[in-house]
């Protein structure tokens, strides 16, 4: 049993979608449950409601399976599935009313490349405060961002993605990127600084 499940973590995700599509549905069960985890995480950046959360990470699932076929390898499998997770999201939200942040103009006003700076702009952990408070404060100040912002700031800092990895989610250049997160953090920094300066102290 444990030699079957090593070779079944083995396989990569490419491989498993195959097999899927050939008629192995419990190839798309590893799947999900190698990426559940992290679609929760980027659904609950978005909403607050822990059914509405569940609800969502299991329609991002259906609509992936129904979809699989239309899946290219020349992209991963989570960019692809954080694509569909988040055209859930948003459809979610204008079901129920509730607007999500209206996108603007893509800022690329002369900055270039800037390049994979050290300094995130996200609130670095305080010995004084709580954890569940520092993450309140960022989810607060995400939620007025543009979304072009606020999803390059999950994807890099929430997420961890590469560049790369980040270009290829949001089918857009390593350069658009670069400008996007530069252009984000600043204006995370000083919508932190208006609301909430505790948390800017020693932030260069």
Do not use: C
């Not at 239309?70 to 129920?96: C, E, G, M, P």
């Not at 989610?169 to 932190?192: C, M, Q, Y």
């Amino acid at each position: 049993m444990g030699v079957v499940r090593m070779q079944e973590i083995e396989r990569t995700d490419e491989e498993l979608v195959q097999e899927t599509l050939d008629g192995r549905r419990e190839a798309f069960q590893l799947l999900v449950e190698r990426h559940q985890s992290r679609v929760f995480g980027l659904v609950r950046h978005y909403l607050r409601s822990g059914a509405e959360v569940e609800d969502l990470v299991q329609d991002t699932f259906l609509k992936a399976f129904s979809k699989l076929s239309t899946f290219q390898s020349n992209s991963s499998f989570y960019t692809w599935l954080y694509r569909i997770a988040k055209n859930s999201v948003l459809d979610h939200l204008k079901r129920k009313g509730r607007s999500p942040i209206v996108a603007m103009e893509d800022p690329e006003d002369n900055l270039g490349g800037m390049g994979e700076g050290r300094s995130t702009g996200l609130p670095a952990p305080d010995a004084a405060m709580m954890k569940h408070e520092i993450s309140a404060v960022t989810r607060a100040v995400l939620e007025e961002l543009p979304d072009i912002f606020r999803d390059v700031l999950i994807l890099r800092e929430l997420e961890g993605l590469s560049y790369q990895e980040i270009a290829e989610t949001l089918e857009v250049s390593i350069g658009t990127v670069e400008s996007r997160i530069f252009r984000a953090r600043a204006k995370f920094k000083d919508k932190l600084m208006q609301q909430h300066p505790e948390f800017v102290e020693g932030l260069s």
